[in-house]
């Protein structure tokens, strides 16, 4: 089955313990993203990967890392998470570059809960 | 930022009610999509408009690309309790964007 998978859906945890997200999808897909969801705010776009090594910032990366060394994985890295990280986050992934419409459908993992405390 | 404006916010309606909510921008776009979150879940694409002024229906929704190419419509009709959620509009110019989205309820 076509799919994003993320991992954890929940996760609580404490203000500076490094975390990682895991996200992974197998459908081949160029484009992948995260995006966290606070109320209110709707899908804030924190990175996102053109392609294999090919990464940049979106709206609000600060205090995230993300890495893309194989095409099908796109961890989301908190070095030192603090409360203002807490937030649902969304891996997402598409075909082809955002610019082409063609291929600008999104598809999305099933999120991950996120509680710093 | 973000670029898309949606309203409105939330919705409180009975159930077999129509529905409507639309999203507008200051810049034009070349495509316009819809997606539902439902509760616990990620979203998932319920329409894609690809051309200004077409109107596309997918069951009981209905979306409309606006002839300006700056704004779009989502229309559910005769609602029914598994329409609960949250609806975002979404383009997309060299990124994508987001509507803050509109959350829906249903009273049955």
């Known amino acids: 089955e076509a799919q994003v998978t993320q991992n954890p859906r929940y996760l609580i945890t404490v203000t500076g313990k490094k975390l990682t997200v895991t996200c992974s999808q197998n459908m081949n897909h160029e484009y992948m993203s995260w995006y966290r969801q606070d109320p209110g705010l709707g899908l804030r776009q924190i990175y996102y990967s053109m392609n294999v090594e090919v990464t940049d910032k979106g709206d609000v990366p600060e205090g995230y890392k993300v890495s893309r060394k194989e095409k099908r994985n796109f961890p989301l890295i908190l070095e030192s998470p603090s409360p203002n990280q807490t937030s649902l986050y969304f891996c997402?992934?598409?075909?082809?570059?955002?610019?082409?419409?063609?291929?600008?459908?999104?598809?999305f993992g099933s999120g991950t809960q996120l509680s710093v405390l | 930022g973000q670029q898309l404006n949606q309203s409105p916010q939330s919705m409180f309606i009975q159930e077999g009610e129509d529905v409507s909510m639309n999203c507008t921008s200051s810049?034009?776009?070349?495509?316009w999509l819809w997606y539902k979150q439902d509760p616990g879940e990620g979203p998932v694409l319920l329409i894609a408009l690809y051309k200004a002024g077409e109107l596309t229906s997918n069951g009981r929704l209905t979306a409309q690309f606006g002839i300006t190419r700056k704004d779009s419509f989502l229309n559910i009709s005769a609602s029914i309790p598994s329409d609960v959620g949250i609806y975002f509009c979404?383009?997309?110019?060299?990124?994508?964007?987001f509507g803050s989205g509109t959350k829906l309820n249903v009273k049955p």
């Open positions: 979404s383009s997309n110019f060299n990124k994508f964007y």
């Open positions: 997402a992934s598409s075909p082809g570059r955002g610019a082409q419409p063609t291929n600008e459908k999104l598809f």
């Open positions: 810049s034009i776009f070349n495509t």
